[in-house]
Structures are given as structure tokens and as C-alpha cells.
């Protein structure tokens, strides 16, 4: 057998232990799961405690897996850095908005690109937040385009996005009150625990983001770095478990052409609203990247309702 062919059989062994572990965990009785009388066993923890307290356990550690460009900053915007890390041993780059300060301090818009590298094709989709008066700060993560730190997919990262809040809360002319948090597909995701992990932000705007890593990681089984012997480390990484932790109104937002996403965006908000959450669902026109200018558009209108 050839190095290939085991780790298909590899692979296709883990999607195996996923589906099972998925099944049981996520949607005990699925005839009655959108009507949320069962409860996953860690709904009413606070996941931001449960950050405290827990540290993922890594088998493989390395970059992020994506190819990637050198960060330059782009024309309209400059590259900065902040500091993550236990100590803040890990300086990473993000990209701000060009932008003058007045005489009243302007809103704040955290976004957190797709993929597992940033680049610039990503910043310019993201206009549009500038020209509605946020100020924009776009951070990569640890182990992303060549720079320090773990790869670990959705749990070590939420700590870097927390640390380029406090990044974007302290640059001179943002209202630190005023801050919001959006993010497309992994940054979707991330948005969903970063919303959970802090009262920080305002409101969050999850686009195309999957709340369930245990579907996410069957998907892509080649991305797990971490001990998927323990249920727990797939856990922490699922805003489906945790859906009563959110700490601000969420918006959750998806391509019509992305039926993968909605019966578990549906699960999240049902689960987030039996703690009288604020959560909207809503679907766009398109596929996983031709929604994205009308979903931006959608969260930027959903930051100026909550902050009316």
C-alpha cells in the first residue's frame, strides 16, 4: 500500500469518528432537536470560563496550512502589529483603515478574513465598512503567512482575535464602545467564539461560518493538529455547544447556495434563544463567495441598528 492510499484509509477513518461523535453529541433525538428539548452537555457553561481553564493539546505543531502572500500594506489601509500570546511572545500583523480623527471617536469594525492566510483580495472586499464610518482592522492569526505561532484551527487563534480587539480598542480616535466584530467562513467561525468569549463588542456578524467542528473537521480531516481522541477538544471549537454563551446580538448570515449551513445556523439560534439571546439568521442571494458584498452590506446595517 502506498503512502497515499493510508492516509485516504487514515482519513477516511477519522471522518468515520467524527460522524459518529457528531451524531451523538450535537443532535441526540434529531426529530426534535430544532425545537431545542435537548441540550448538549455544556450549554449552560460559560465558554469564556471554560477558555480559562482549558488548553488544547497538540499533536502536530506548525504554519497554518494555506499558501500565502507576504503582507504589504495595502494602498488605502497600513499594516501594524499586535501582541498575542501567553506574555504576548507572538507579534502578528493586521491592516487598518486609513482614516482621520475627529472630533467624535468613530465606531470600530474587528473583521476576520476566510481562509488560513490574509491577503489582499480579502481587504477589498471590505470597503465598504470604511465608507460607512467604521474604522477597519483586519489581524492575521498565529502560524498564518510565515508568521510565529501554532496552527491549532479555531481555538488558540480565538486569543489572537481577542488581542487585536484590544489592539483596535486603543488606536487613537475609535471609540472603544463602539466595536463590532464580523468574519467570512473561518473567520466566520471565529467570530462566532470570539462573540462568546468576551462583552467587548457591541455585535457580532458571523458570515458563512460553521458552528459545528465536528462537521467542519470531518470535512477537512487533513486540518486537525490537536488530540481528536477527546470529544472536548472538538468541543471548544463548536459554537453549537456553547450557544448560550454568546454576549452580544448576533446576526448569522449564509449564501443561499450554502445548504450546509442552514439547519445548523437555525440549531445555533434556536439553542441562543432559549437564553433569550438576541440572534437573527438570514440567507443571501449566492454561493460561499459571490454573497459575500451583499452579507457585508447586511452586517453593516445590523451594527447600525444595535448601536442606534
Not at 73 to 101: H, N, T
Not at 179 to 189: E, Q, Y
Not at 199 to 227: C, E, K, L, T, V
Request: charged fraction near 25%; aromatic fraction near 10%; include cysteine.
Amino acid at each position: 500500500m502506498s503512502f497515499d492510499d493510508d492516509r485516504n484509509a487514515f482519513l477516511r477513518q477519522r471522518r468515520a469518528v467524527l460522524a459518529g461523535i457528531a451524531g451523538a453529541l450535537m443532535l441526540p433525538r434529531a426529530a426534535s432537536a430544532f425545537n431545542v428539548p435537548d441540550q448538549p452537555r455544556l450549554i449552560t457553561h460559560d465558554y469564556a470560563k471554560v477558555r480559562r481553564r482549558f488548553r488544547t493539546k497538540l499533536l502536530q505543531k506548525g504554519p497554518a496550512p494555506d499558501k500565502y502572500e507576504a503582507l504589504a500594506a495595502p494602498p488605502d489601509g497600513e499594516q501594524i502589529f499586535y501582541r498575542s500570546g501567553a506574555g504576548g511572545e507572538l507579534e502578528l500583523a493586521a491592516w487598518v483603515s486609513k482614516y482621520k480623527r475627529g472630533h467624535h471617536a468613530k465606531p470600530g469594525v474587528l473583521f476576520l478574513h476566510g481562509g488560513n492566510a490574509m491577503g489582499a483580495g480579502q481587504w477589498q472586499l471590505l470597503k465598504p465598512y470604511a465608507e460607512a464610518g467604521f474604522v477597519v482592522l483586519m489581524p492575521s492569526v498565529r502560524g498564518e503567512n510565515g508568521q510565529m505561532g501554532n496552527f491549532s484551527g479555531f481555538y488558540d487563534e480565538v486569543d489572537d482575535v481577542l488581542a487585536a480587539a484590544d489592539r483596535l480598542a486603543h488606536l487613537p480616535g475609535v471609540d472603544p464602545n463602539r466595536l463590532f466584530v464580523a468574519g467570512h467562513s473561518i473567520g466566520g467561525t471565529l467570530t462566532m467564539l470570539a462573540a462568546m468569549s468576551t462583552h467587548r463588542f457591541r455585535a457580532a456578524a458571523p458570515i458563512s461560518g460553521n458552528p459545528d467542528a465536528f462537521r467542519f473537521f470531518n470535512r477537512y480531516p487533513q486540518d486537525i493538529r490537536f488530540d481528536d481522541g477527546n470529544k472536548h477538544e472538538f468541543e471548544v471549537r463548536s459554537a453549537l455547544c456553547y450557544a448560550q454563551s454568546f454576549k452580544c446580538p448576533v446576526h448569522v448570515v449564509h449564501g443561499t447556495e450554502e445548504d450546509q449551513f442552514n439547519d445548523r445556523a437555525g440549531l445555533l439560534a434556536a439553542r441562543a434563544r432559549a437564553a433569550g439571546i438576541r440572534i437573527e439568521t438570514d440567507r443571501v442571494a449566492g454561493n460561499h463567495t459571490s454573497a459575500l458584498p451583499a452579507e457585508i452590506e447586511q452586517s453593516i446595517r445590523f451594527f447600525r441598528g444595535v448601536a442606534a
